[in-house]
């Protein structure tokens, strides 16, 4: 950082995340981290080891299970629930509206069958 003492980092919404980056890349350099309205998402919280209190390696999301030493940041769970919850709720409506349109093209078949009959017949009565 420019040869000055330590420096005061600020971000504001996405800019948080430069400054904690900023911050984690030297941290002697920094003097304090202010942060307004962050817009950055922990998904996991570490938890310490009860012996030797090394802290345990987080896996990557596409390890499968999560490490059974992290636990999962509530605000994590619930967004997780949600999406969920949407995606059933979506599938649902979407099965609902398959399950009309078949249902509206049925009757309007029947409909339109019924009046070429009548149609029909009238000409033959007539």
Known sequence: MLGAGKAILMGHSAGCLVAVNSYFESPEQVAALILVAPAIFAPLIMKKEAKGGAVMKRKKAGDGDLD???????????????????????RFYTWNANKMTNMVSSFYAKVMAALIRSVFGIMLVS
């Open 68 to 90: 059974m030493g992290a636990v999962e940041n509530p605000f994590s769970r619930i967004w997780h629930g949600l999406c969920k919850l949407f995606g059933i709720i979506c």
